[in-house]
């Protein structure tokens, strides 16, 4: 750390110190996990040793980049540092996306090496697995960027749909993290229920816990009971880090045991609706924090002690604007990768297509709903147009239209006659199992505005339907 | 243990709106779905489901015809 208490983070080419430093700094017994059997920060740097050397035998080289495609694990965690500590960059792929989806992001990625599980992962409702991982040599090109991480948002093709973060932008992240009031402080515990995978469960939990000597405590399965079990495993304070699934889950808990040790419950995504943050409150009586954020950004704002509802405060360092209605983040840089869609970045800001509110008097930022067609499935992004594309690339269909009425909907006309059963199947060769509609209704004709434009009202679907 | 019957049909539709309104006509349960309906068995008859049993739990139809077998044998 230098003297002014700030980190100095090389460009990922130059080198991966900044994993030692921030992340796995700190005595060697000092707690980075409890699975529940305890995983030290000393054996952590061991396992990373151990995998930068598998990496470097699969050929990655520092400036090169590698496709993790494995499920929150041990396996995950020490990759992932592995091909940091490389100067490598790594390509997130959600374990659950199809060897389609997949495929297309490689080979349009281009990374070195791909890490992936040895065997089908059958996680069932477990937060965190066991799994034997495989490092397979893909292509001897270095990396496009320099950014540390690359994610997919929904959809890996078209402008502004592939995010990279440098080494930079996310210790950043985990300093601003460090400067909230309300977050998990060091020789206390996160009961991580958001997969690591994405930005909450990856940033908030896993490398600010890492940075701070937080336990990060995976329940061992996700149900009310294991979560309420694995708050009582110790004794030490214990927030629970999640989504408002996961509050709804705690809040129908039947007699839980009293729990002093219950700190606090955060959860990113979105807005919870009183009723269950009210009878949360009432069964625990600790305070339900709100986080909002972006996998672009990280954390932009927060609500930790639930005193603002819904709004929250732009966390340190973050710089929020309004423009006709819409809510924008100051980056100097865009976050793409590639063609660079000027609707979701310009000129040092991004554009968030959250409809958002700014109060002038107390800074503080209400989030008002999508201005687009992304929709929010248990944390997860999706974009409907993505999904209403895939269905039109299946044989058959002539036209398809994708709604969210609590759950992805989708209206189709074909051109030939096929079973609903071999369409979902096929599909589900070509889409991860989140981004699939829970129902397909085949009509004969779309419904159509006089112009011939597909009509996307949901009441005139509803009706359209024999 | 609990000595309820399992539930039906009707029941398990009933757990499910409990976790927010759903489309009309959704027959096949998504993951946080499936987690909720797992969460509702343990609380009510306090017996865990096996990953072979989630597996086969991917429509209300078949959640109530595992839930049947489960729960009839735990009786």
Not at chain 1, 263 to 277: C, N, Q, W
Not at chain 1, 355 to 374: M, N, P, Y
């Amino acid at each position: 750390m230098a003297m002014d208490g700030s980190f100095v983070v090389p460009g990922t080419a130059a080198g991966g110190e900044w994993v030692d430093e921030v992340l796995l700094g700190g005595a060697a017994a000092r707690v980075g996990l409890r699975l529940p059997e305890v995983v030290e920060v000393g054996k952590l740097r061991r396992l990373v040793r151990e995998r930068q050397r598998e990496l470097a035998r699969s050929g990655l080289r520092a400036g090169g980049a590698a496709a993790l495609r494995l499920p929150p694990s041990l396996a995950f965690v020490t990759y992932l540092l592995a091909v940091w500590r490389s100067g490598a960059q790594a390509i997130l792929l959600d374990h659950r996306l199809t060897d389609y989806e997949v495929r297309r992001a490689i080979e349009r990625l281009v990374p070195q090496v791909v890490v992936s599980p040895q065997r089908p992962v059958v996680a069932g409702l477990r937060t965190f697995v066991d799994v034997e991982a495989d490092v397979a040599s893909y292509s001897g090109h270095p990396a496009s960027t320099s950014h540390a991480v690359v994610q997919l948002s929904s959809g890996s093709t078209g402008p502004s749909k592939v995010i990279g973060r440098t080494a930079q932008a996310l210790v950043d992240e985990v300093l601003r993290y460090t400067k909230i009031d309300g977050v998990p402080l060091e020789g206390e515990r996160v009961i991580l229920l958001p997969s690591m995978v994405h930005v909450l469960g990856l940033v908030g939990g896993l490398l600010y816990g890492l940075h701070a000597g937080v336990e990060l405590v995976p329940p061992a399965r996700l149900t009310g009971d294991a979560i309420v079990q694995a708050i009582a495993a110790e004794q030490t304070p214990a927030t629970v880090l999640g989504v408002p699934f996961h509050i709804g889950l705690l809040a129908s808990v039947q007699e839980p045991p009293k729990l002093p040790q219950f700190k606090r419950m955060t959860t990113g995504g979105e807005l919870v609706p009183a009723a269950v943050s009210q009878a949360f409150e009432e069964k625990y009586g600790v305070p339900l924090g709100n986080m909002y954020g972006m996998t672009e950004v990280g954390v932009i704002g927060t609500d930790l002690y639930g005193a603002h509802r819904p709004a929250i405060r732009p966390a340190p360092g973050i710089d929020v604007r309004v423009v006709d209605g819409e809510l924008q983040i100051a980056r100097p840089e865009s976050p793409y990768l590639g063609l660079v869609d000027p609707a979701r970045w310009s000129d040092g800001w991004l554009r968030t297509r959250d409809a958002g509110v700014v109060d002038a008097e107390t800074g503080l930022v209400s989030i008002k709903g999508r201005l687009d067609s992304q929709v929010s499935v248990g944390g997860l992004k999706v974009d409907l147009t993505e999904v209403e594309y895939t269905l039109g690339t299946l044989r058959g269909v002539e036209a398809a239209v994708v709604v969210y009425d609590g759950a992805i909907t989708a209206y189709l006309q074909l051109k030939e006659r096929r079973e609903t059963v071999r369409l979902e199947a096929e599909l589900s060769q070509r889409l991860a199992s989140y981004k699939r509609p829970r129902t397909l209704h085949v009509l004969d004709q779309l419904p159509r505005t006089t112009t011939g434009k597909l009509v996307r009202d949901l009441t005139v679907l509803r009706k359209a339907v024999p | 243990m609990s000595n309820l019957p399992p539930p039906g049909r009707a029941e398990v539709i009933d757990w499910l709106a409990g976790l927010g309104q759903r489309p009309p006509g959704a027959e096949r349960l998504d993951s946080m779905e499936l987690a909720w309906l797992v969460h509702q068995v343990e609380q009510r008859y306090g017996v865990e489901l096996s990953d072979d049993q989630l597996a086969q739990m991917t429509t209300i139809d078949a959640a109530v015809a595992v839930l049947g077998e489960v729960l009839s044998a735990h009786a």
